[in-house]
């Protein structure tokens, strides 16, 4: 499993996306990353994920479920330091034969900029209905489902989501 920050944009078709001040997700590709972030995001917004950068270095290798391989990705940077925005880059990346999260995590060590992945091509988020989402959770072992609405998040425990603001 991964820990994934989301990245939120400032304001509709802005093309600056910040840190939200969300939990991180788990989850052990981007797919299912962004699939935990969405239902937290507000209307009309795009989102991605950053994969947060391990203290004692890079996480270890596993290959991409399949599901994953070949999955595109456009690539988000922060370039000018952690104050800055992300912005949507001319870059793609793709899962092949492991998570693009963990391409671009090397990328950043090396570079000493954050990069952080969309879906290739995203639209804004619609408007959400009243009732909570069903989507597929990510396990490693068997299907499950989570539970999300813009307010909590839950399977086998509970963490709550807020969308907006920036991450310190």
Do not use: H
């Not at 507000?42 to 004692?56: C, D, I, P, Q, T």
């Not at 991409?64 to 391989?69: D, I």
């Amino acid at each position: 499993m991964m820990k994934f920050y989301p990245l939120v944009e400032t304001a509709a078709g802005s093309g600056k996306f910040v840190l939200s001040s969300g939990a991180p997700v788990q989850a052990p590709n981007t797919s299912a990353a962004l699939a935990l972030i969405a239902p937290t995001v507000g209307a009309g917004l795009r989102f991605g994920a950053w994969l947060n950068r391990e203290v004692a270095g890079m996480p270890e290798f596993s290959p991409a479920p399949a599901a994953e391989v070949g999955k595109s990705y456009s690539v988000l940077i922060e370039m000018g330091g952690v104050d800055q925005p992300f912005t949507l880059s001319q870059s793609v990346q793709v899962s092949m034969p492991f998570d693009a999260s963990l391409l671009c995590l090397a990328m950043q060590q090396g570079a000493n900029i954050r990069y952080g992945l969309m879906t290739l091509g995203q639209q804004p988020v619609s408007a959400k209905p009243d009732a909570p989402t069903t989507v597929p959770s990510a396990s490693s072992s068997s299907v499950a489902t989570a539970t999300l609405n813009s307010s909590s998040v839950s399977s086998g425990g509970s963490a709550t989501v807020t969308s907006g603001g920036v991450a310190g």
